[in-house]
C-alpha cells in the first residue's frame, strides 16, 4: 500500500474524530497564545533593549525591555498546566479507541477464523502499536501547537523590526519544509515494512514459545531457528531503509534550522544599509536561533519520527479488509445463508439448571425454528425467558439434551461458527465510544454506507442517526439514553447475515410505535426472529407463542394460546375454557411439554 494512501485513509477518519473534539482543540489554542505572545515579546525586547537602552546610552531602559522580556516568560510557564490538560482531553480517548478497536478485531477475527486468527498481533496492537499511536500524537500535537505560534510569533517579529527579514528566513524555510514533507510518503512505506517485519517476528516467536516442547521432541530447532534469522534479516534491512531516508532529513532539518542564521550574517551589510538597525539586527538573531529554529527543528523531528509511524499504526487499526468475514455470511444484505431446508435451531430435549442442586429452568424441551418464523416468548420473571434465549445462542450449554444449528449439533466438531449463524441482542444495547459508522456495521464490518442509511431507516433510527451528526460523529455511550443505544443495537442487528436474530427485551426502553416498527423490520430481514417479549403485542404479532412458567411451557399460534394456556390467558386479560389434556400438543413431538394449569 503506498504511503499517500495511508494518509488518506487515516485523515478520513482523523477529521470526524477532530471534529468531535474542537472544542479541546480550541481550549489547547487558547492557552498557546500565551506562547505567541512570550516569543513575539522576546526578540522585541532585545531589539528595544539594544537601541533605545544600552546603544542610546539609556542602561536603565535596557534593564527595562530585557526585564519584560523575562517577565513574559512566567504566563506562557503556567500555561503548561492547561495546554497538557487539553492534551489529554485529545490523546487519551485516540489510544482508548484504538484499543477497543484491536480487541474487538481481535476476538472476531478469533470467533470468525480460529484457524487462522494471529493473537499475537492483536496483543502487538493492543499494547506496542497503541502506545506508538498515544505517543506518536501526542507529540505531533505539542510540535505541531508549539511549531504554529511560535513561528507566526517569531515571523510578526521579524516583520516588526523590518519586513525585508522576512526575505531572509522565510525561503530556507520553505525549501527545507519542502523536502523533508517529500521525504513522508516513501518513509510511510519503509515504516510499514519494518512493521510488519516486527509483527511477523513477535508472531513467530509467539508460535515458538508455545511449542517448546514439540520442537524439542521432533528435532526442529535447526528450522525455527532457520525462520527466526531469515525474519531478524528482513526487519533490520527494513530499519536500514529506514535510516537512509532519516538521512535525507537531516538535511532537510539543516536547511530549515541552520542556513537562516547564516543567511542573516551574510545578508547583515544589505539590511543595515536599509534601515535596519543593530539591535533589530540582534533581535532577529534571537528570533531565528531561540524561537523559529527550534520549533522548525522539533516539528520536523517528530513529523520524521513519531508522525511517520503515526500514520502507518493508525492506518493498520483503519484500513479496510483488515478482519477477514465469518464463513457463510454472505456480504450483502437480504440474501440468506444457504441452510438445505434445515431447521435454523433446533432444541432436543433440552434441560437445563444453574447447578446440581438448583431448579430446574428447562425441562426437555422440544422446539424447532423453522427459517423466516416469527417466535414469541413470554412468561413472568424467572420463568427461564432469557435461559432460553442464551441456550439458542450457545451462550449455555444444557444438562440433558441436544441443541442444533442448521441441522447440525452446537457440540460437533465441525459445528457451525456461532458468529455465522446467530445473533443475541440483550436489553442492555452495547454502544461503544467509536463512529456511528463503527457501531452499526460491528455485525458487518463490510458493510457500505449506502446499507447502513437503509438499514436505519427500516428500523426509525435516522433521526437519530441525524441528531448524532451522521455515520461520521463519534459516539459517547454515556451521553445515550437507554432507549438511544438499544436503537441503535438493533439497527446493528438488523444488518447482520446471520439466520438467527435473538431479542432479549431487546426493544424495553423503546415506546410501542417504535418497538413496532423495530420488530416488524426485523421480522422481514431473512432467517428466523426469536423475540423474548416484554409487551404482549410482540406475542400477537408473532408466527408462534412460546409461554413458559418454572419449567413448563406450551407453545401455538397466537389466536390459539387462550385455549390452551392458564398463564397465558392471565397475562392477556382473556377467558376461555381449558383445554383438555389430550389438546395440548409436544411443540415438535417427542416429549410432550404440558401448560401446567391445562
Known sequence: MSGRGALARVSGQARPFLRARLPDVARLSVWSLLEFAQTFIGGYAVARALDGGFLAGTPTTGLLWLSLAALAVLPAALAARGVFRALADLVEPLRD???????????????????????????????????????????????????VFTAVGALAGLAVLSPRLLLVAVPPVLVGCGLFLATLAPMAVRQRTYLDTDEAFAAHTGRTASAVRDIAATGGAPTVLDGADRLSREQSRAARSLARWAAVRIIALGICGALPPLLLLLTAPWLLRHGLTTGGLVGAFAYLTQSLAPAVHALLTVLGTAGGRLVVVLDRFTAPGRLPPPPNRHPAYGRPLPTGGAATAELRAVT????????????????????????????????????????????????????????????????????????????????????????????????????????????????????????????????????????????????????????????????????????????????????????LGSAQRADRVLVLDGGTAVCGPPHDMPRRSALYRDLTGHWAPAPPAADVVPLTGGASTRDRAG
Open 97 to 147: 479507541g484504538l484499543v477497543r478497536r484491536a480487541v474487538t478485531h481481535g476476538i472476531a477475527g478469533a470467533l470468525t477464523a480460529p484457524a487462522t486468527a494471529t493473537t499475537t498481533r492483536s496483543v502487538s496492537r493492543v499494547t506496542h502499536q497503541s502506545e506508538i499511536a498515544r505517543d506518536g500524537w501526542a507529540g505531533l500535537v505539542l510540535s505541531l501547537r508549539s511549531f
Open 352 to 535: 437445563f439448571g444453574y447447578g446440581p442442586a438448583a431448579r430446574t429452568v428447562v425441562d426437555r424441551l422440544d422446539l424447532t425454528l423453522r427459517p423466516g418464523e416469527r417466535l414469541a416468548v413470554v412468561g413472568p420473571s424467572g420463568s427461564g425467558k432469557s435461559t432460553l434465549a442464551a441456550l439458542l445462542a450457545g451462550v449455555l450449554t444444557p444438562d440433558r439434551g441436544e441443541v442444533r444449528w442448521l441441522g447440525r449439533p452446537l457440540a460437533a466438531p465441525d459445528g457451525p461458527e456461532p458468529g455465522a449463524v446467530r445473533t443475541l441482542l440483550p436489553q442492555r444495547g452495547y454502544v461503544f465510544t467509536g463512529t456511528v459508522r463503527d457501531n452499526l456495521r460491528y455485525l458487518r464490518p463490510e458493510a457500505a454506507d449506502r446499507d447502513l442509511v437503509e438499514a436505519a431507516d427500516r428500523l426509525g433510527a435516522t433521526r437519530l442517526v441525524d441528531r448524532l451528526g451522521g455515520l461520521d460523529a463519534t459516539l459517547d455511550p454515556a451521553r445515550l439514553s437507554e432507549g438511544e443505544r438499544q436503537l441503535l443495537a438493533l439497527v446493528r442487528a438488523g444488518l447482520s447475515p446471520a439466520p438467527l436474530l435473538i431479542l432479549d427485551e431487546a426493544t424495553s426502553q423503546l415506546d410501542p410505535a417504535a418497538e413496532i416498527r423495530a420488530e416488524e423490520a426485523l421480522a422481514r430481514r431473512p432467517g428466523t426472529l426469536v423475540v423474548i417479549a416484554h409487551r
